[in-house]
């Protein structure tokens, strides 16, 4: 019966949460036909918490997420953008993250 009780409250205890927060046609203006797109790319950037609120690192930067993606294809802008978040809470450790999807494209 104590194992029982000890998973059911594993089990509501633990979680996750996902949520849309961002769409952008770009991340700077760009010109007509004035870049050339890279390819896909998908970046997630997270913060860690020791049991649900103890920050143990930084992260979950929408920002940082924007620039490490455009790095991957060494690209300057993003197109057709979209960011969500989402948490995850493993009893003793959760992370909060921030993930953009887009296109990387290059200026002409």
């Known amino acids: 019966m104590r194992a029982l ?3 059911v409250l594993a089990v509501v205890a633990s979680g996750c949460i996902r949520t849309p927060i961002a769409m952008l046609t770009s991340t700077r203006p760009l010109a007509p036909g004035g870049y050339t ?8 950037d ?3 918490y020791l049991f649900g609120a103890l920050p143990i690192s930084s992260g979950n930067n929408f920002q940082d ?3 490490d993606a455009i790095r991957q294809r060494s690209g300057d802008a993003l197109i057709q953008v979209t960011a969500e978040t989402y948490y995850q809470n493993f009893l003793v450790v959760a992370r909060y993250c921030t993930i953009v999807q887009g296109i990387a494209v290059k200026s002409r």
Do not use: D, S
């Open 46 to 48: 997270c913060l860690w």
């Open 37 to 44: 797109e890279l390819g896909p790319v998908e970046e997630t």
């Open 65 to 67: 997420a924007i620039k």
């Open 5 to 7: 009780l000890l998973g």
